[in-house]
């Protein structure tokens, strides 16, 4: 029997929706270990996944979709790595995900699965996209990687009641006016990203909750319900500047021992779960 195990990410922001210099997405995010799809090569049910032949497999763990925490990328690569495999191919997650049409606006969740750990995309050339779409829309292929660290901190992750923007609600958001790119890269340049690599969580912290009113970001966080948005608030007053994973309504902060994640579990329920720092696994037995 043949078991590829998956994951979900969060993605903590895309860098610049107008492509003034030439390029335009980007992102970066944190694989996570918890919540994550396992499919097996048990012929349990018929899965169809357009780009792939209709396979009989079976899908052992699953999470929900359209929280932010990127299921639709997570699900099709796994199944799609499951029936490469069966087939004696080893190809990797950017081939795959050309495959079944992913990563036409961000790369984290791609390049997520293929190595964990925190990854940076530098988004697409305008010669190959020339507006600002989102993945179900875009047929361009995955971003080039640019940086991927493993992720030193546990990660505490909620889903408190909100709105779940997909589809054409999702397609219109795309469609609004951005403001603050400028600011947001040099936080994600000069701050975040420094951050990560020098594994300093003040800074880290600092900086997430500085991109909630920048650029793409502010405008998701603006669609969200009050609920969602107070929720946000309660965590920052705690002392856990919290981030809006995607268009949410999964918000997650990051904290450096399990049982800081517990606490704020016992306070407001959610879980806590390791980064992924090795990516998607395959396992034969």
């Known amino acids: 029997m043949l078991r590829v195990i998956g994951l979900s990410r969060i993605h903590i ?12 997405d980007g992102g970066m995010g944190v694989a996570l270990e918890r919540p994550r799809v396992v499919v097996s ?3 349990c049910q018929t899965v169809s996944v357009v780009g792939l032949p209709p396979s009989k497999i079976c899908i052992k763990e699953d999470y929900e979709e359209h929280v932010g925490l ?3 990328t997570q699900y099709l690569l796994s199944v ?5 495999e069966l087939n004696l191919e080893k190809k990797s997650a950017t081939e795959l995900a050309k495959m079944v049409k992913r990563g036409g ?3 984290v969740g791609v390049h997520a699965f293929e190595r964990g750990g925190f990854v940076v995309d530098g988004g697409h050339s305008t010669k ?5 779409l989102p993945s179900d829309y875009s047929s361009s292929p995955p971003p080039p990687l640019l940086l991927r660290y493993d992720f030193p901190w546990y990660v505490y992750v909620n889903i408190p009641e909100g709105k779940r923007i997909f589809g054409t609600n999702e397609l219109n958001a795309f469609k609004l006016s951005v403001t603050g790119a400028d600011e947001l890269s040099r936080v994600t ?7 990560v690599a020098e594994r300093d969580i003040s800074g880290v912290l600092d900086a997430l909750w500085k991109i909630q009113g920048l650029g793409f970001k502010k405008i998701e966080v603006e669609l969200q319900s009050e609920n969602v948005k107070n929720f946000m608030k309660n965590l920052y007053v705690k002392g856990f500047p919290p981030g809006l994973s995607s268009f949410g309504p999964a918000v997650y902060t990051f904290v450096p021992t399990r049982r800081e994640g517990e606490e704020l579990v016992s306070r407001f329920g959610g879980w806590v779960t390791r980064p992924n720092n090795v990516g998607a696994r395959v396992e034969w037995s």
């Open 189 to 195: 340049l000069m701050e975040f990203i420094p951050s």
């Open 70 to 72: 990127g299921h639709t």
């Open 105 to 107: 606006t961000s790369g």
């Open 128 to 132: 190959v996209k020339s507006s600002p």
């Open 41 to 43: 090569s048990e012929p």
């Open 13 to 24: 922001t895309l860098f610049d929706l107008e492509g003034k210099h030439g390029r335009i």
């Open 80 to 84: 799609a790595k499951l029936i490469s």
